[in-house]
């Protein structure tokens, strides 16, 4: 499992950002930041805090590495969600509910947030799964 630290340099890898600007955005020196990088101290909670705020990053996937990184995702996550349960309540039922259409984008956004991508073939399976327990 990947530390803070590790967590760290994922965001900073993400946004293409080098350690100076990186650093001067949080409000750290750079030397901090490499400490933070490499695993040898914890960044302290302000630095947290910071790094959510100016990144967006999901404050539960810094701290935690569950989920995902930043939270701007959540809303292409719920997006991805109803799409796929709209094609999947349509492929799979012929009079398709709102009820199950519902349900249906739940278990894909709970599904999205917990594994950041879906597959068509796990959709595919939730959905039958889904179908089998009504």
């Not at 790094?51 to 719920?78: A, H, K």
């Amino acid at each position: 499992m990947t530390t803070i630290g590790q967590r760290f340099f994922d965001v900073r890898r993400a946004k293409k950002a080098t350690q100076i600007e990186f650093a001067s955005k949080l409000g750290l020196s750079q030397s901090a930041l490499v400490a933070y990088e490499r695993g040898d101290r914890d960044p302290p909670a302000a630095a947290i805090a910071k790094i959510c705020q100016e990144y967006r990053v999901d404050p539960t996937w810094l701290l935690s590495g569950t989920g995902i990184m930043f939270r701007d995702n959540l809303l292409q996550m719920f997006e991805q969600a109803i799409r796929l349960a709209k094609d999947f309540n349509l492929r799979y039922e012929v009079n398709p509910s709102s009820e199950n259409e519902i349900n249906l984008a739940k278990l894909f956004f709970q599904y999205l947030i917990e594994n950041g991508t879906i597959s068509d073939d796990m959709a595919d399976v939730l959905t039958r799964r889904m179908a089998a327990n009504e």
